[in-house]
């Protein structure tokens, strides 16, 4: 089922980049743990991977049911995969891909990060 809510985010690969949006500092974001950023009316979860010296981000909504709450959950790593764990229920996600990796529900929308003179900026291909 399409759903309008769900539309505003896709996956952008970073050859797709067109906008590099200045997010916050990065003293903003806590160690290995996320905050939520607006861009362009989408709620973006970005995580400060501190234990694997990586940024990522993607979609705060949880697809499970279509709850604002990624942000706040625990990321970790499945054999060598970045995921994050929603608080709610504890879908995991893969934040290299998207992909649900305890289900399956369809894959979130995740987008670039990178990090530049204390700054994080994210990519959107809009
Ligand atoms: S709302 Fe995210 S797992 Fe249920």
């Known amino acids: 089922m399409m759903s309008t809510t769900r539309a505003p985010y896709i996956s952008t690969p970073i050859e797709k980049v067109k906008t590099w949006f200045k997010a916050a500092p990065v003293t903003k974001f806590p160690s290995n743990g996320g905050a939520c950023v607006q ?3 989408k709620q973006i ?3 400060n991977f501190t234990k694997e010296d990586k940024w990522y981000a993607c979609q705060n909504l949880c697809p499970h049911k279509m709850e604002m709450v990624l942000s706040r959950g625990m ?3 499945a054999a060598g ?5 929603c608080p ?3 879908k995991t996600f893969s934040l290299d891909s998207g992909e649900n990796l305890n289900g399956d529900l369809e894959a979130i ?3 670039p990060v990178k990090v530049e003179g204390g700054f994080v900026y994210l ?3 809009d």
């Open 39 to 41: 861009y362009k009316g």
């Open 123 to 125: 990519g959107f291909s």
């Open 75 to 77: 990321i970790g790593d």
């Open 88 to 90: 709610l229920h504890k």
């Open 109 to 111: 929308a995740v987008y």
């Open 45 to 47: 979860a970005v995580f």
């Open 81 to 85: 995969i970045p995921k994050v764990a």
